[in-house]
């Protein structure tokens, strides 16, 4: 892909979004993280936060940065199906396709991919509610 600098382009062109980072862009293995420390090096991949990947997916935390000022290829859903989808499951009747911003009336909540009219989950295990 390049450099961090040129995928956080494409996301921004990708989103509709104004989105600057405070801090610094790192491209490790594919994926966008933001470190704001001062002065590391960042040898390990693990440090700073993963916003992104490169095929412009969102993590949670990347579609918040982007979400204030994103126009295009974004989604507002309602806090029922928000709360499904915190939950595990695919939402039904959301034409569009491709990767997406979620948010609900109130804020930016996530990153979402539509495909054949279904908003997929995407939420990795560990971020989904268990009731």
Same mark, same amino acid.
């Not at 579609?63 to 126009?71: C, H, S």
């Given at each position: 892909?390049? /450099? @961090?600098?040129?995928?956080?382009?494409?996301?921004?062109?990708?989103?509709? *979004?104004?989105?600057? @980072?405070?801090?610094?862009?790192?491209?490790?293995?594919?994926?966008?993280?933001?470190?704001?420390?001062?002065?590391?090096?960042?040898?390990?991949?693990?440090?700073?936060?993963?916003?992104?990947?490169?095929?412009?997916?969102?993590?949670?935390?990347? #579609?918040?940065?982007?979400?204030?000022? #994103?126009?295009?290829? !974004?989604?507002?859903?309602?806090?029922?199906?928000?709360?499904?989808?915190?939950?595990?499951?695919?939402? @039904?009747?959301?034409?569009?396709?491709?990767?997406?911003?979620?948010?609900?009336? /109130?804020? !930016?909540?996530? #990153?979402?991919?539509?495909?054949?009219?279904?908003?997929?989950?995407?939420? @990795? /295990? *560990?971020?989904?509610?268990?009731l």
């Open positions: 892909m390049g /450099e @961090p600098e040129e995928l956080l382009r494409k996301l921004n062109d990708r989103y509709g *979004s104004s989105y600057q @980072p405070e801090g610094r862009l790192l491209l490790r293995k594919e994926k966008l993280f933001l470190y704001t420390g001062e002065g590391t090096r960042l040898p390990y991949d693990w440090l700073g936060l993963h916003i992104a990947n490169i095929d412009l997916s969102l993590t949670i935390e990347g #579609a918040q940065l982007l979400g204030p000022t #994103a126009a295009k290829n !974004t989604i507002t859903i309602t806090k029922q199906q928000a709360d499904r989808y915190y939950r595990g499951q695919d939402i @039904p009747g959301i034409q569009g396709e491709g990767h997406v911003i979620l948010k609900t009336p /109130e804020r !930016t909540i996530g #990153a979402g991919r539509l495909q054949n009219g279904t908003l997929k989950n995407t939420l @990795p /295990e *560990s971020r989904k509610t268990k």
